[in-house]
């Protein structure tokens, strides 16, 4: 079956860079979720997409920013990269409120 | 969305059963509850939910308390690549939101 699909793997930026992850969502699901988890940490809820959307909104900083495209993938922005936004961004996606799964995720390392 | 309490971290011997709590005591009539695990920084994967009726999957089994205010995970024979840490998380069903994820109980398989 197919999954959340994320890209780049692995990243790796310097400080005041800017950054795009990628996400493409399970064929058919309606709403993307973003999250981090920085080290030793427990995932974050970031942003949420339904139907291009913009849905809910967490602890998402303003140098970020995302949208959902209308094949449905989404794209997280991420500008002016600090030390502390090294993590794993995850994305999730969902038909509605069912099938909730999340992809692989993108290590972000910023030096 | 409840919160929910879990033990920091358990231990199970290789081909027993763990047994995985979770306490919810603010929990709607409308929540479910969802268990998902996380294996060493790869993505969250979802295990098993319910509402109020105890559950059954080719993963784990879910028991409900019957006032709704506790559950716990059952994964009848624990391998080591069920190490991981696992979180139980309440959520309203009918709605795409996100999850709030605790600090979850870090599984460790025994040989």
């Known amino acids: 079956a197919a999954g959340v699909i994320q890209s780049p793997r692995h990243l790796i930026k310097e400080k005041r860079e800017t950054a795009t992850l990628k996400c493409y969502p399970i064929?058919?699901?309606?709403?993307v979720y973003w999250y981090q988890q920085g080290p030793g940490q427990d995932p974050q809820f970031l942003i949420s997409?339904?139907?291009?959307?913009?849905?809910d909104k967490g602890s998402i900083p303003d140098r970020f920013s995302a949208q959902q495209f209308s094949d449905y993938h989404s794209e997280l922005n991420m500008s002016s990269l600090e030390l502390g936004d090294s993590a794993l961004y995850f994305c999730?996606?969902?038909?509605?409120?069912?099938?909730?799964?999340f992809g692989s995720g993108t290590r972000l390392t910023v030096v | 969305d409840a919160k929910t309490t879990q033990p920091t971290s358990m231990d199970c011997a290789e081909g027993r059963a763990a047994n995985l709590p979770c306490n919810h005591s603010?929990?709607?009539?409308?929540?479910?509850v969802y268990w998902y695990r996380q294996i060493h920084s790869q993505g969250p994967q979802y295990i098993i939910h319910?509402?109020?009726n105890n559950e059954t999957n080719e993963m784990a089994s879910l028991i409900i308390t019957e006032d709704r205010k506790s559950s716990t995970l059952i994964l009848p024979h624990a391998t080591l690549r069920d190490t991981a840490v696992y979180y139980c998380?309440?959520?309203?069903?009918?709605?795409?939101?996100?999850?709030?994820f605790g600090t979850g109980t870090s599984l460790t398989v025994i040989p």
């Open positions: 999730a996606s969902s038909l509605g409120a069912v099938g909730y799964t």
């Open positions: 997409f339904y139907e291009k959307m913009q849905s």
């Open positions: 998380i309440v959520r309203v069903g009918d709605t795409g939101n996100q999850f709030y």
């Open positions: 064929p058919r699901h309606d709403t």
């Open positions: 603010t929990i709607s009539g409308n929540e479910y």
């Open positions: 319910g509402l109020k």
